[in-house]
């Protein structure tokens, strides 16, 4: 068994706050910020680093975060890489598991990526504009 095999891996819900936290460009505090008055920088550190979160936070940080909570609950980076290397096997050709895809497919999903770090940016255009209002009001 090599130390790609782990079937049985516990997803680490914490982790993935962070990692999709991360990837929008959002900090800590401005997580904490979203998140009410009785949370802080600390607080969503801690946070990041439990392997499971409470129901009512996870719904909370995924509406902040404008994503599905499952894609918190279920998010496991091996799983990822292989959905990603398993949505174009049908037109690619397979050399174990390194995958060659046509090029129409590469340009899709290149596309793909791009609108979706575009949303991102927009999101985190839209988080700063509303940081900047609330610090306006200080």
């Known amino acids: 068994m090599s130390h790609f095999d782990t079937p049985d891996k516990k997803i680490h819900q914490g982790r993935n706050i962070k990692r999709f936290r991360e990837m ?4 800590q505090e401005g997580l904490a910020y979203e998140l009410g008055d009785d949370w802080n920088q600390k607080k969503v550190s801690l946070l990041e680093q439990k392997e499971t979160v409470e129901t009512d936070i996870l719904a909370q940080v995924a509406a902040i975060l404008k994503i599905p909570v ?3 609950e279920n998010f496991n980076e091996e799983q990822a890489m292989n959905i990603i290397a ?3 096997n049908d037109n690619a050709f397979n050399f174990g598991t390194i995958h060659f895809h046509p090029v129409e497919k590469l340009v899709e999903l290149h596309e793909e990526k791009i609108a979706l770090f575009e949303r991102m940016l927009q999101e985190k255009d839209e988080m700063m ?3 900047e209002k609330l610090i306006e009001k200080k």
């Open 86 to 88: 398993n949505t174009f």
């Open 24 to 27: 929008l460009g959002i900090k």
């Open 70 to 72: 499952e894609a918190i």
């Open 129 to 131: 504009a509303r940081l």
